[in-house]
């Protein structure tokens, strides 16, 4: 009877396994239309999703732990002294992409400097978080991606302000304990929760909870969307023209530098998974701060560029990601 009581249990748990693994392919198929649901959702109710941003960090967290518990230690030591891959993505991100922009934003908007001033800054910030939970989705390098954003975050109180100062000749200070903070708790807490959960059970642990987990961290990102979104929905009125610009602008620049990033990981012949790092922590930056930076240091339309960059650079991710990674003719 106890036999006849486990098979059943078995069954059931089986088919429960199989269900929440079935919901995550389908959202992972239906992930370009994730950030609209959180943009629709952010703007339309500003009220009810701005309550949720002091809970963004433990969101991410989550998300950072659900990719995690697929990487050993051996994973994430190979990314770190892997060097051509960083090498690649630090001149293309830090060098090749503000140079550009500065260059076409300039040309752009001669009439209005302060909208130049805000595209330069919205790339010469560090790579998204949210760059770890697309690459997991696309099946990229998850050690690498990994180690992108730790390095670039702790880079960015150097070389943020560099950026925006040879380009721009202004001065910025970044806050450094609290981006350190925020890297700890969203991302170096998580990896390590994931890398010993993993090591320790011998890959058993992942086995169990990543089925239900990988869903939850991709319906994570419609609340973080929206939250994001709520803080600019008053700015947001599409019957302005300017702010189809701007849109249509940032939608221009997200394309660009997803494309850069997916050339110069084919000009490096890198392998499949570290272009699809490359060319997503390329394209997705982190806007949040480009907004927080722009607001403070910069004239009020500096940050627009970031303010809705924050709505299309997801957006843009999804559609292209999907094309990149169905076309194996495009990565290989």
């Known amino acids: 009877m106890d036999k006849e009581n486990r098979q059943v249990k078995n069954f059931y748990r089986d088919k429960l396994v199989d269900g929440a693994i079935k919901v995550d392919e389908v959202l992972a198929k239906a992930m370009p239309l994730v950030p609209v649901i959180g943009l629709v959702l952010g703007v339309s109710l500003p009220w009810v999703f701005i309550q949720l941003r002091p809970h963004i960090t433990w969101l991410f967290a989550a998300m950072t732990l659900s990719g995690a518990l697929r990487l050993k230690a051996r994973d994430l030591g190979r990314a770190a002294l892997s060097p051509k891959p960083l090498i690649f993505y630090f001149f293309t991100s ?10 076409l934003s300039r040309l752009a908007f001669q009439n209005d400097i302060d909208m130049a001033w805000g595209f330069v800054l919205l790339f010469a910030v560090p790579t998204a978080v949210t760059s770890f939970v697309w690459t997991t989705i696309f099946k990229g390098d998850l050690a690498l991606v990994l180690t ?31 981006m350190a903070l925020s890297l700890t708790y969203m991302i170096v807490i998580p990896t390590i929760a994931g890398v010993v959960l993993n090591e320790s059970s011998k890959g058993k642990i992942p086995v169990i909870i990543s089925p239900w987990i990988a869903p939850i961290s991709k319906l994570a990102m419609i609340p973080i969307i929206a939250a994001n979104a709520s803080v600019v929905a008053d700015q947001i009125r599409l019957d302005n023209p300017r702010v189809w610009i701007i849109i249509i602008s940032c939608i221009f620049f997200n394309v660009l530098g997803f494309f850069i990033g997916k050339l110069m990981g084919s000009l490096g012949k890198l392998d499949r998974e570290k272009q699809i790092t490359l060319f997503l922590t390329t394209g997705l930056k982190n806007n949040s701060a480009a907004m927080i930076l722009g607001i403070q240091f910069f004239p009020a339309n500096a940050a627009l560029p970031a303010v809705l960059g924050i709505m299309t650079q997801h957006i843009v991710a999804g559609i292209i990601g999907r094309f990149f990674t169905r076309n194996r003719t495009v990565l290989k």
């Open 94 to 103: 830090r060098i090749l992409m503000p140079l550009i922009v500065y260059v």
């Open 148 to 178: 992108i954003i730790f390095l670039d975050t702790i880079m960015a109180p150097l070389v943020g302000p560099w950026t925006v100062r040879i380009l721009l000749g202004a001065t910025i200070n970044l806050d450094t304990i609290g």
